[in-house]
């Protein structure tokens, strides 16, 4: 059974930092496209940052560029979203996604991913 589960969110003051994980069971990680998204209350999810199948590159939203950073651990089968300097716009219900398919570059269409976990929620508020 194909499985992705994310942990790690939480409550934290503006400024703080949290590491998000994403295990995946039933498939293996290295090969996929991988992508972390997030979604506040009446907006549409967003990409965060994604790492290419094509190549392993990691791409960032301008938003968090600087701040947060991802990274896969293969033997674990995990992916990694670690968020610095956090800000109260940060704040929303954060997702990773995994896609099969080769892509070359950033994939920020969060319709193309086919499996998603079930999401965990960040709340930076002081």
């Known amino acids: 059974q194909v499985q992705l589960v994310e942990s790690g969110g939480g409550l934290v003051q503006p400024g703080g930092s949290l590491r998000l994980s994403c295990e995946a069971s039933g498939f293996t990680l290295d090969n996929y496209a991988i992508g972390w998204f997030h979604q506040a209350p009446g907006k549409e999810r967003e990409g965060v940052s994604c790492?290419?199948?094509?190549?392993?590159?990691?791409y960032y939203a301008d938003s968090v560029k600087g701040r947060f950073t991802i990274s896969r651990d293969n033997a674990k089968n995990t992916v990694y979203l670690q968020m610095n300097s956090l800000k109260p716009e940060d704040t929303a219900v954060y997702y990773c996604?995994?896609?099969?398919?080769?892509?070359?570059?950033?994939?920020?269409?969060?319709?193309?991913?086919?499996?998603w976990g079930q999401g965990t929620q960040v709340t930076v508020s002081s």
């Open positions: 790492i290419s199948s094509a190549d392993g590159t990691a």
């Open positions: 996604a995994a896609d099969p398919r080769y892509w070359v570059g950033a994939n920020w269409d969060w319709k193309q991913y086919e499996y």
